[in-house]
């Protein structure tokens, strides 16, 4: 038999091989300050295509978390507070629905203008979860990674997820995904704050983002497509993922950013 070839992992890590996204994903245009936690991810990500997927599903985030109780309480007491005590499915969607309220319920001056919006001059980028959180962001990525280690906190295994719209420029998506466990289909699903979607299977369980790039019909059936911005199919056809363990934060850099130039020009040119 011929001798199985060793995957080059390197080959489809970083912030390179998006197609046009290239250019909005190098370090000088980022809209989150270079080192910053954020930034650092986008380093790390990892391509989901068919030469990485067995190895992005079976072996890169290990399941057994190293949480230690007590040293987030905020995060935990959002938990207590949120999930309640059912299934991990159950628990995730209660984490989700609150994740989406967040720019509602944590409204702050820095978001506060004359017209009673953040504008591009205000908005803020990065930050601690829980800085995020009473910061009220309403950025998808950040919104994600919120939601990321609320599920560790609250004992499930989460990681995050880039999308790739590959038919515009500089439209694309961040999600979560998460592990459950359960006695019918245990397996990994994709759960995104922003829209406050998750994907059910025809035979049960939720699907990944593996499983929506296969089949894209599990997304356009949803009941917020067409509703939503980014419940379609169209972004899980590109993406990328990279584990973030909230254990692990201590060697992040948290610091606050403004709006780059770059994704400044972008943002306003979409507001006209």
């Given at each position: 038999?011929?001798?199985?070839?060793r995957l080059e992992i390197?080959?489809?890590?970083?912030?390179?091989?998006?197609?046009?996204?290239?250019?909005?994903?190098?370090?000088?245009?980022?809209?989150?300050?270079?080192?910053?936690?954020?930034?650092?991810?986008?380093?790390?990500?990892?391509?989901?295509?068919?030469?990485?997927?067995?190895?992005?599903?079976?072996?890169?985030?290990?399941?057994?978390?190293?949480?230690?109780?007590?040293?987030?309480?905020?995060?935990?007491?959002?938990?207590?507070?949120?999930?309640?005590?059912?299934?991990?499915?159950?628990?995730?969607?209660?984490?989700?629905?609150?994740?989406?309220?967040?720019?509602?319920?944590?409204?702050?001056?820095?978001?506060?203008?004359?017209?009673?919006?953040?504008?591009?001059?205000?908005?803020?980028?990065?930050?601690?979860?829980?800085?995020?959180?009473?910061?009220?962001?309403?950025?998808?990525?950040?919104?994600?990674?919120?939601?990321?280690?609320?599920?560790?906190?609250?004992?499930?295994?989460?990681?995050?997820?880039?999308?790739?719209?590959?038919?515009?420029?500089?439209?694309?998506?961040?999600?979560?995904?998460?592990?459950?466990?359960?006695?019918?289909?245990?397996?990994?699903?994709?759960?995104?704050?922003?829209?406050?979607?998750?994907?059910?299977?025809?035979?049960?369980?939720?699907?990944?983002?593996?499983?929506?790039?296969?089949?894209?019909?599990?997304?356009?059936?949803?009941?917020?497509?067409?509703?939503?911005?980014?419940?379609?199919?169209?972004?899980y056809q590109c993406s990328?993922?990279?584990?973030?363990?909230?254990?692990?934060?201590?060697?992040?850099?948290?610091?606050?950013?403004?709006?780059?130039?770059?994704?400044?020009?972008?943002?306003?040119?979409?507001?006209?």
């Amino acid at each position: 038999m011929p001798e199985k070839r060793r995957l080059e992992i390197s080959k489809y890590k970083g912030r390179t091989g998006f197609g046009s996204y290239d250019e909005l994903l190098r370090p000088e245009n980022d809209i989150h300050a270079p080192g910053s936690v954020d930034s650092v991810l986008l380093d790390e990500m990892i391509k989901l295509v068919p030469e990485t997927d067995d190895y992005i599903y079976t072996k890169y985030t290990p399941l057994a978390l190293k949480y230690r109780k007590g040293s987030r309480p905020y995060l935990e007491k959002v938990v207590r507070d949120v999930a309640g005590r059912g299934d991990d499915a159950s628990m995730a969607k209660a984490l989700m629905r609150w994740c989406n309220r967040i720019p509602f319920n944590f409204p702050t001056p820095e978001k506060s203008t004359e017209n009673g919006f953040w504008s591009t001059d205000t908005i803020l980028f990065g930050g601690t979860e829980e800085e995020l959180i009473k910061r009220g962001t309403e950025i998808c990525t950040e919104q994600a990674r919120v939601l990321c280690v609320l599920f560790q906190v609250a004992g499930m295994p989460a990681r995050l997820v880039a999308l790739f719209d590959m038919n515009r420029k500089n439209w694309g998506h961040g999600v979560t995904e998460i592990y459950i466990r359960s006695r019918r289909s245990s397996g990994w699903a994709i759960f995104d704050a922003t829209s406050d979607a998750c994907y059910p299977k025809p035979k049960g369980g939720l699907a990944s983002a593996w499983e929506l790039h296969n089949h894209p019909e599990l997304v356009d059936a949803h009941p917020s497509h067409g509703k939503e911005p980014y419940v379609d199919s169209v972004f899980y056809q590109c993406s990328a993922i990279v584990n973030y363990f909230v254990w692990d934060w201590q060697k992040y850099d948290y610091r606050w950013s403004f709006m780059s130039e770059y994704v400044r020009k972008i943002w306003e040119a979409n507001d006209q």
